[in-house]
C-alpha cells in the first residue's frame, strides 16, 4: 500500500525529503507558510534584481560532489543553474590590523602553495593540517554517500575536538591560524565549542571548490517542487501549519491557517524544533525532558545582510568572494556579545545567469548576535518603528565604510540598497533567535547538541538544519537519512551508488 507524508517546512529540509521521498512512490504533501518556497533557498525581487536570502556559496555540487551525485538521483541536475567560482582564488581575505590580503585557492596541494606564499615557514604544517582535516571528513560515511550498517560510529579524538584546538595543533603561526579559521562564520563557529568535524566539512567543500547559483537560488527550490509534483506529490504555500493533533502519542493529522487538514502516515517536521513544540495540542506527548532540552540547545549567531544594487558599469563581477575581517585575534568572537559590530563580513556579488562583466548587485553578510535586536523582538515586519529603520541604516553605513577600505571608490558604485537583520530571519524562517545555521553544535556537549531524526511520536520524524549539519550541503544529507526510516535503511544510499555505476 502506497504510504503517505505530510512535511511541515518547504525549506531545503523539506524539499529535499519530499523529493526523495516522492521519487520512490510515497504520497506527499509538503507544507511552507510563506508565499515563496523554499526557506533559505527564497529570493526576493528588490530594484529589479533577484537577491538571494539564506544561500549563496554551496558546496558538493563539482561533478562527483555528494549533493550533485543526489541531485542526478533526483532527476533535477539538469534544471538547476551553477556557477563555479575560480579556481585561484576561491575567496580573497582581507584583514584590516594590518591591511593583508589573503588568496585561498582550490585543490589540497593550490590551498597549500597559495598560503605559503604568504607564510613559506608554514608549508609542512599546512600539509599535515590540510591532510588531518579530509582524515576527519573520511571518518563521516554519510558524507561520501557510503552505505552503513554501523549504528554506533567510534570517531577519532580530533574529530571533536574544539575547532580552534585542532587548528592550533597544526598551525602554529597565529596570523595563520586565523587565516585557516576564516570560514568559521559560515557554519557559526565558536571558540571552545565548535567541533572540529564541523570545520573540517566546509574546509574540505571549499578547497574542494565552492559553486554559486546563477539567476537566483529560488530556482533551486523550484526544481525540487517540481521533482515533487512529477512524481505524484503536492507543495502547498502560503498556509503555514498551525496545530498538530495528538492521540495516543501518535499525530493524527495537521491543520493550517487556512483551515485545511492533513493526515499521513508519517509527519516530518521540517522546521526549528522550538517552533514545532507550541503546534502540538498535547506537547506531552514528548518527555519534558526531552523538551526542555530542545529549548535550551544554544543557537548559532544571526546575521545582517546589506542587499546593494549596483550602479550599472561601475563594479567588476567577481567570480569569488571576498572576507573582511577586522583582527586575527578576534576570528572566533563573531558570536560574541561584547564585541564592536562588525568584526568582519562576506562579500558576495552572485552570478546572473547569463553574467556580463559587471556586477547590477552585491550582497554583504556580517554575522551579529541577536542581542543587536532584542530590544525589537516584540515587533512585526513592517512595524517596527522609526529608531529601528535608523540603527539599520547605521549598520549599512558602517558596511559601506569598510568596503571603502577594500574599495575605495565603492560608495560611488551604489544605487539603491535594503537590509535585512537577524529580526528578518527570525520572522521569514520561523527560527528562534534568528539563527543562520540552527542549534549550534558543542564538542563539550554533543549528546546536547545532536537532534536525532526518529522522535518518540511513532510518526513523527525530524529533519532540516537542526538535526545534523545546516546548509546546502548538510541538510540534504539528512534528509537521506530522514528519508530511510521509512524506506529502509541503505535504501537511498544504495540507489544513489548504483546510478553512479551504471553512468
Ligand atoms: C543570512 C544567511 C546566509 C546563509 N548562507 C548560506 C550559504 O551561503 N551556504 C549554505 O550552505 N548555507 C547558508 N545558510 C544556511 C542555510 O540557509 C540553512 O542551513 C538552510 O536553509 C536550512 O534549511 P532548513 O530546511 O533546515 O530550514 P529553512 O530553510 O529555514 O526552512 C524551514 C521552512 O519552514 C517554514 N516554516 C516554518 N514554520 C512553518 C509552519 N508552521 N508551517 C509551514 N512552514 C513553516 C519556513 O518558512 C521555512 O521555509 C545561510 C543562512 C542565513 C540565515
Not at 534584481?49 to 554551496?58: A, L, Q, R, S
Not at 591532510?131 to 576527519?136: F, L, M, R
Amino acid at each position: 500500500m502506497t504510504k503517505s507524508a505530510v512535511i511541515i517546512g518547504g525549506g531545503l529540509g523539506g524539499l529535499f525529503t519530499g523529493a526523495i521521498l516522492a521519487k520512490e512512490g510515497v504520497k506527499v504533501s509538503v507544507i511552507e507558510k510563506n508565499a515563496m518556497i523554499g526557506g533559505g533557498l527564497q529570493s526576493f525581487v528588490r530594484f529589479g534584481e533577484v537577491f538571494d536570502t539564506g544561500m549563496h556559496v554551496i558546496g558538493g555540487m563539482r561533478p562527483g560532489g555528494n549533493i550533485r551525485r543526489i541531485c542526478n538521483y533526483l532527476g533535477i541536475s539538469d534544471k538547476i543553474f551553477i556557477r563555479d567560482v575560480d579556481n585561484n582564488p576561491t575567496d580573497v581575505l582581507y584583514f584590516a590590523e594590518d591591511k593583508a590580503t589573503y588568496y585561498i585557492s582550490q585543490g589540497k596541494q593550490g590551498f597549500v602553495e597559495r598560503l605559503a606564499e604568504s607564510f613559506p615557514h608554514q608549508r609542512e604544517n599546512l600539509t599535515q593540517y590540510v591532510k588531518a582535516v579530509y582524515d576527519i571528513v573520511g571518518e563521516l560515511d554519510l558524507f561520501f554517500l557510503r552505505p552503513s550498517n554501523s549504528y554506533i560510529t567510534v570517531h577519532s579524538d580530533e574529530f571533536m575536538m574544539a575547532a580552534n584546538d585542532f587548528i592550533a595543533k597544526y598551525i602554529t603561526d597565529p596570523k595563520l591560524a586565523a587565516v585557516v579559521a576564516y570560514i568559521n562564520p559560515l557554519y557559526s563557529g565558536r571558540k571552545d565549542m565548535t567541533p572540529a568535524y564541523i570545520h573540517a566539512l566546509i574546509s574540505v567543500l571549499y578547497i574542494d571548490g565552492p559553486s554559486r547559483f546563477a539567476g537566483g537560488s529560488y530556482l533551486f527550490a523550484n526544481a525540487l517542487r517540481d521533482c515533487i509534483i512529477e512524481n505524484g506529490g503536492e507543495v502547498i504555500a502560503s498556509d503555514g501549519v498551525e496545530h498538530i493533533a495528538t492521540e495516543n502519542k501518535v499525530i493524527t493529522s495537521v491543520t493550517t491557517r487556512k483551515g485545511r487538514t492533513f493526515s499521513a502516515d508519517y509527519y516530518i517536521s521540517a522546521i526549528h524544533p522550538c517552533s514545532l513544540i507550541p503546534l502540538l495540542d498535547n506537547p506531552s506527548v514528548f518527555p519534558k525532558a526531552y523538551i526542555n532540552r530542545l529549548n535550551e540547545i544554544p543557537n548559532s549567531y544571526s546575521a545582517f545582510t546589506l542587499n546593494i544594487k549596483l550602479k550599472p558599469g561601475t563594479f567588476r563581477y567577481i567570480n569569488h568572494s571576498v572576507f573582511y575581517m577586522s583582527r586575527y585575534d578576534e576570528i572566533w568572537n563573531f558570536g560574541c556579545e561584547d564585541k564592536t559590530w562588525p568584526l568582519g563580513f562576506l562579500c558576495m556579488t552572485p552570478p546572473d545567469i547569463e553574467q556580463g562583466e559587471f556586477s547590477n548587485k552585491m550582497i554583504l553578510t556580517a554575522p551579529m548576535t541577536w542581542n543587536n535586536v532584542k530590544q525589537w523582538e516584540d515587533t512585526k515586519v513592517g512595524h517596527r518603528g522609526k529608531e529601528y529603520e535608523e540603527w539599520k541604516t547605521q549598520c549599512a553605513e558602517q558596511l559601506i565604510s569598510r568596503m571603502e577600505e577594500m574599495y575605495p571608490d565603492f560608495r560611488n558604485c551604489i544605487e539603491s540598497i535594503n537590509t535585512a537583520s537577524p529580526l528578518t530571519i527570525r520572522d521569514f524562517y520561523a527560527v528562534k533567535e534568528g539563527a543562520m545555521c540552527g542549534y549550534s553544535k558543542d564538542c563539550n556537549n554533543m549528546m546536547l547538541s545532536q537532534v536525532p531524526v526518529v522522535t518518540k511520536v511513532r510518526n513523527l520524524l525530524l529533519t532540516g538544519q537542526n538535526c545534523n549539519i545546516h546548509g546546502f550541503c548538510g541538510v540534504p544529507l539528512t534528509a537521506i537519512t530522514t528519508s530511510e526510516v521509512i524506506l529502509g535503511n541503505n535504501y537511498v544510499l544504495n540507489k544513489i551508488n548504483l546510478m553512479d555505476k551504471d553512468e
